[in-house]
């Protein structure tokens, strides 16, 4: 069972930044491409940024594009999300996901997911 902590929210202005971090353990597909969803108050879960384990290619969702910069450390089984520029509608509780494929086809256990952690930015 993989487990998953996330960690580096916070509050902060509008045109502020913060860092995430998500260290994994346990996973069942240990190569698989890892990623960071959120989920804002009221709303479905969402997609923000991706990275490929083997060779560190990444993905973003076009509200994010420019702004974050999703990286990883293979050693360490940890990614990071560093959100440069946050607005006021990027408050959100952020999530990892230890299998991102698993995760964007809907079907990943909702016990596969950390507590997240909450990132609340002021206007």
């Known amino acids: 069972q993989v487990t998953l902590v996330e960690t580096g929210g916070g509050l902060v202005q509008a045109g502020g930044s913060l860092r995430l971090a998500c260290t994994a353990s346990?996973?069942?597909?240990?190569?698989?491409?890892m990623g960071w969803f959120r989920q804002p108050p009221g709303k479905d879960r969402e997609f923000v940024a991706g990275?490929?384990?083997?060779?560190?290619?990444?993905d973003y969702a076009d509200s994010v594009k420019g702004r974050f910069t999703i990286s990883r450390d293979t050693v360490l089984n940890t990614i990071y999300l560093q959100m440069n520029n946050l607005k006021p509608e990027d408050t959100a509780r952020y999530y990892c996901?230890?299998?991102?494929?698993?995760?964007?086809?809907?079907?990943?256990?909702?016990?596969?997911w950390g507590q997240g952690t909450l990132v609340s930015v002021s206007s």
């Open positions: 346990a996973r069942t597909f240990s190569s698989a491409p």
């Open positions: 996901a230890a299998d991102l494929d698993l995760a964007l086809s809907g079907h990943a256990p909702l016990d596969s």
């Open positions: 990275i490929s384990w083997i060779y560190g290619t990444t």
